[in-house]
């Protein structure tokens, strides 16, 4: 049982869980991951993008994927162990970067057209969810894209529910829904930059 839920939204944490297992929550075998990867996929499948930005990319299964679909993927995660694990299997891409850092400061400075939040959100506190995803949205360019997945169960080391997470991204003026999909695990919202 996780008694701090700090610790448990930590770089130390996630660490320490990549350390034990590589692919601690099953990223590249599970149902549900390859299906929420899947509905991912689906949603940005319409057009190309210029360059993509994949906070807490974790082991790199679904950053090989945007690489299909970008020209460029600028992809970061803060366990430094992940990050090994995605650039190896990224490594034939040459498209595809992968930096060991952390939101806000591990944001790169450059214009994405693409921004996908996946299995992130809901390890901020509501606040700091508010802040940081307003500051990645107001820095996109008019008709960027943002793709939004997640999670709907209850864990321990979630701050706030994924339904949280996409209201407050829903909520931010200068985003439109052009795309919804909800199932009784996930759900995915695609947004329009306006």
Known sequence: MIQDIDFASSAAFFEAKYQQKTDPWDFSTS??????????????????????????????????????????????????????????????????????????????????????????????????????SAALIDSLPQGAIVLAAHWLGHSQDHRIHGDEVHEILLSHPKLRADHRERGPNMRLDRLVRL
């Open 31 to 132: 149902t549900y991951e390859l299906q929420r990867y899947n509905a991912i996929i689906r949603a940005i499948a319409h057009r190309r993008y210029g360059r993509a930005f994949e906070p807490g990319c974790s082991i790199g299964v679904l950053t090989e994927r945007l690489a299909a679909y970008c020209d460029e993927v600028y992809a970061i995660d803060f366990s430094p162990s992940a990050c090994a694990h995605a650039r190896a299997r990224c490594a034939h891409l040459p498209q595809v970067e992968v930096t060991c850092a952390s939101l806000p400061a591990g944001t790169p400075a450059k214009h994405f057209d693409l921004l996908v939040l996946s299995e992130i959100g809901y390890y901020f506190a509501l606040e700091d969810w508010q802040r940081i």
